[in-house]
């Protein structure tokens, strides 16, 4: 059975910084891009941030400067430094990625982890 779990979220005050990860596992053969959206209260679910296997990553206009992205393929890890976090950056934080196993790739999509940012 694969999964991504994802850790790392929190209560923090605006101007400061967190940092998640998201882990795969099970019987996996490879993992594609990873990416991590997010989704505030009674919003959709948007792209903050993916990078691909070979470590080329594209961010959403409103984290560039502040997000990092990176991966560790070893680990079968992405992880997401997030820092200068301002009030907007409140939501839940999913990550995902298509992997190959058993003979096939899907999309995956780990559980969430909230993140809030006080003012």
């Known amino acids: 059975q694969v999964q991504l779990v994802e850790s790392g979220g929190g209560l923090v005050q605006a101007g400061g910084s967190l940092r998640l990860s998201c882990a795969a596992s099970g019987r996996i053969f490879s993992v594609g891009a990873m990416g991590w959206y997010r989704q505030a209260p009674g919003k959709q679910r948007n792209l903050v941030a993916r990078i691909t296997s070979s470590g080329s990553a594209n961010y959403a206009d409103s984290v560039k400067g502040r997000f990092t992205i990176s991966r560790d393929n070893g680990k079968n890890t992405v992880y997401l430094q997030m820092n200068s976090l301002e009030p907007e950056d409140t939501a839940v934080y999913y990550c995902?990625?298509?992997?190959?196993?058993?003979?096939?790739?899907?999309?995956?999509w780990g559980q969430g982890t909230q993140v809030t940012v006080s003012s």
């Open positions: 995902t990625a298509p992997i190959y196993s058993d003979g096939r790739f899907s999309d995956y």
